[in-house]
């Protein structure tokens, strides 16, 4: 009775996906999250044979992994500035968040001995959850700004004693308008604390094919654009608001150009 099923779904499949952009859209969304739950399925015992449980180097296992993803999705990257990545020691990434389609370009130009800051919830996530935990991605709880806190003051000791490189998205929440949103000023915290060069990252607008509300998902183009490094050192918590609004300036100027928008008055960048 089965095969019966089958060869109808597979005669309307193809017709659905290239008439109907909303099933497009869907079909999409529950392959990505499928296959990475998936992929996640494959890496987890990789990654414990070959570091015994949770460590950073799982990140490279994970990024090899992930790497090809988004040739399914018809999505192409095009990055800028490798150079500004060739720094030695730690340092502190931040970048705008627009949805989870941001993973693809984190593993695009994830350095060694880098893994994520990311909500305490994603390690609920199944088989990706446990596969985040593996990879050494620090969780915070961000409806506690204490506990954010004090899980920034220790990753700050960690990035110093073991040598690594941490992944902040400093908006806080996905963001889907075509600016960034205020910026939350843990990774600021930390860069301080560990005297730490940041480094911004920035992910061209994915409104020319990625729009959640009209439930549109075509092919598309990404630029991810590394802007030089902004020293940290001599720095304290005093400087910590002007640090992320020079900041949230650099990147919004660079968002705006990569995605082709005109620039925008400067409005304030925190509250």
Not at 94 to 107: E, K
Not at 157 to 181: A, C, H, S, Y
């Amino acid at each position: 009775m089965d095969a019966v099923w089958i060869l109808p779904l597979l005669l309307v499949l193809p017709v659905l996906l290239w008439t109907s952009s909303t099933f497009v859209f869907y079909f999409k969304k529950c392959f990505y999250v499928a296959y990475m739950m998936l992929l996640a399925v494959i890496a987890i015992p990789i990654c414990i044979l070959k570091s015994g449980g949770r460590d950073i180097e799982n990140m490279r296992v994970i990024r090899f992994m992930v790497r090809h993803v988004k040739y399914f999705l018809g999505l192409r990257y095009e990055v800028s500035g490798w150079q500004h990545l060739q720094t030695d020691g730690p340092y502190v990434i931040i970048s705008n968040h627009q949805s989870s389609l941001d993973v693809l370009g984190v593993m695009e130009v994830l350095p060694d001995r880098c893994t994520m800051i990311a909500k305490k919830e994603l390690i609920w996530a199944g088989t990706v959850g446990l596969i985040c935990w593996l990879g050494g991605i620090v969780f915070i709880n961000r409806q506690k700004t204490s506990d954010a806190k004090n899980v920034m003051g220790d990753a700050a000791k960690t990035m110093l004693t073991d040598q690594i490189r941490l992944w902040v998205f400093p908006e806080g929440t996905r963001n889907q308008k075509d600016n960034l949103l205020p910026f939350k000023k843990g990774a600021f915290h930390l860069a301080v604390q560990a005297q730490a060069p940041i480094i911004p990252i920035v992910f061209s607008s994915y409104s020319n094919f990625y729009l959640r509300k009209e439930k549109e998902f075509k092919s598309g183009k990404i630029t991810l654009k590394i802007l030089p490094k902004i020293e940290t050192k001599g720095l304290t918590a005093d400087d910590v608001t002007s640090l992320s609004d020079q900041s949230h300036a650099i990147m919004r100027s660079a968002f705006q150009e990569i995605s082709g928008q005109a620039p925008q008055s400067n409005g304030p960048s925190n509250h």
